[in-house]
Each structure stands twice: as structure tokens, then as C-alpha cells.
């Protein structure tokens, strides 16, 4: 097992390789060892690897540094996760350049059954912090795995809340698991071990470069079920990580903000260019991932509600009784009421939870 993570970790090292040709290999030969021994005629018969890609593999000595991770792995306890592991996330397999190497530190199942990631703006409002402090508390009982980056605003905001609310959360790292950044979360980060973990691609010793924070991005969406972004300029990173989530056919959603300000500009741009759900409480996302769990109805309530319909109400109630869907042009010429009756009296009877609207302007009793 040793010399197979000697060689993993070495696989990341070699140049001209990346995410997408390592898993080739491996999915060529098996394993990473059988990559570092296997004859140049091998390599040729994979389709796209190319002949720098080949001599890189075939010239590749430096081990010592693979082995230097290992023994950082060894001595701070860093779980490495090969993308043939069963406990590597698989969600990412599902995304073509996901890593092939993760190093996890923590105490959390990364394929547990709801994983929600929560982004946005480093420099939040107060909008955002409340938004998303009340979205984290929301989802207490619903057993998630809340994962963001650790960084400054809304991701510490999201990290911060699910610790104190005893919801194991997940910070993805865009630097190696031998320095915490910002340095200011550098306690958090200690908290989230216990209560979750930290998860990187990069070895010790690399630090948060500008270009590291789109990959350490990807990783966040992919992970995940589904993506909820809380205040987000236009230009912001949290639009990255939405817009590669959309790329992996994640659910993304996004809570709207003001027209004017700047700070939730790029959530109103997810949502009116159909890039994410509008949604405005834990609520709508459990309903629209399907996890809210099902409530047998009760006749008696809905009995004790329709005592207090007022006339055009009851009117409408009675037109729908039957069960079956029906059109508000309809609904207009059987009730003789005026449109804006009916409107007002519809709008009250969905509020109750009586009635519901269907696409067409087509109304039924639930």
C-alpha cells in the first residue's frame, strides 16, 4: 500500500500530465504503480496522451519528494484519497477534471447521502450574514454536509454557523493542509476537524496562489448536490463556482437581492439568465431536491380552514371541489365574480395551502 501511494502522489508530480490524462492512465493500467513500469508501447496505444505527456512519465525520478509526503501524511494524520478508493467523493467522478488525489483531514463521510455547498461574496452585508446564518440553522434536522471554501464572508459565515449548530461542514482548500488562509480562521479550521474536516488536492508546502482558487472552486461544486449562492457580485468567485456546477449538472440555486446592489448583482444574474433557482429559504431547497420529507394530509385541518373562506372563496373551493385541474378562464365564468375577485380570492387559497397553481394559469385542490 505504501508504494502504491509513493506512486500516486508521484503521478500528480509529473509534468504535462494533469487531472484529466492521470485518470486515463489509471483507468488504462489499473493502478499507479503499473504506470511508472509499464513500456513506451503502452503508453502510445492511449488515444490523446502525446508523445511530452510520454517522455514526462517515462523520465520522471523525482520520488523524494512523494516521499516527503508521505511522511507529512504520516505525522499530522492526512488521509489520502485515490479516485479508486472507495472513500474518495465519488460526485467527483462524475466531473472530468476532477482531481485523482485528495488529502483529507477529518472525521466525515464525503459520500454521505445530502451535501450542500454554500458560496458567496467575501464581502458580505448584513443581508447575506443573516440570510445565511438562518439557512444553515433551517437545515439542522436535515442531516447535510454543508461544505464552502474557508474563505473570508459568507463561506466563514456558513463554516461558523454549522459548527456551532453541530452540522458537519467541509472546507475546501486552495493550498496545501500545512497552513490554514486565511490565517484568521486558522480556529475555525481546528473546530471544522472535529466537526467535519479539510479538503485539499495540494500537497504541503503549496501555497493559496491566485491560480489555485478556480480548482479549489471545481472541487467545491462537484462534491456537492446542489450549489446556493448568498450575495455574489458579478465578478465574483462564487459565479465560478455556479457556473462550473452548471457545467457538472449540479443544482444551483440563489437567494435575489436588491436591483442596486452590487453585492447581490450576480446572484440576480443566475437567476435571470436561468443559471440558478430562485429560492428564499431552506424550504425551497429541500422541496426542489426532493428532500423534504412528505406529511400525511389532514382532512380535519383543511375542514377547520374552510370555516374561516370568506364567500368568494368558498366559491372558488366549491368550482374546484371535483379535483380535477381547471382554467381561471374558466373559474371566471363559473363564478360570475370579477377577475380581480378571483385573483384575490386564488391568492388567498394558495397562501392556506388549499388550492395550488399549475403551469397555464390552470388551478386544482391539493
Known sequence: MQNELLHQIALTLVPNIGDVRAKALIHNFGDASSVFHAPKKAFEAIEGLGSKAIDSILQFKDFSRAE????????????PLFLTDKNYPQRLLNCYDSPPLLYFKGNTDLNCSKIVAIVGTRNHNDYGKKICEKLVEELVSEEVLVVSGLAFGIDSIAHKCAVKNNIKTVGVLAHGLDRVYPAQNTSLAKQMIS????????????????????????IVAGISDAIIVIESGIKGGSLITAELANGYNKDV?????????????????????????????????LENMGWKKSKKP?????????????????VMVDILQSGEPIHIDELYFKSKLSSSAVAQ?????????????????VYKMN
Open 68 to 79: 516527503e509526503e508521505i511522511g507529512f501524511i504520516e505525522k499530522y494524520k492526512i488521509t
Open 195 to 218: 466537526c467535519g474536516g479539510l479538503l485539499t488536492e495540494f500537497k504541503s508546502n503549496t501555497i493559496p496562489d491566485k491560480q489555485n482558487f478556480p480548482g479549489r472552486n471545481r
Open 253 to 285: 440555486f440563489a437567494f435575489p437581492g436588491r436591483a442596486d446592489d452590487t453585492k447581490s448583482e450576480g446572484c440576480n444574474y443566475l437567476i435571470k439568465n436561468n443559471k440558478a433557482a430562485l429560492i428564499t429559504s431552506a424550504n425551497d431547497l
Open 298 to 314: 389532514s382532512p380535519k385541518k383543511q375542514r377547520e380552514l374552510f370555516i374561516e373562506l370568506t364567500s368568494e372563496e368558498k
Open 345 to 361: 380570492a386564488l391568492l388567498m387559497l394558495e397562501m392556506q395551502g388549499i388550492v395550488s397553481s399549475l403551469p397555464g394559469k
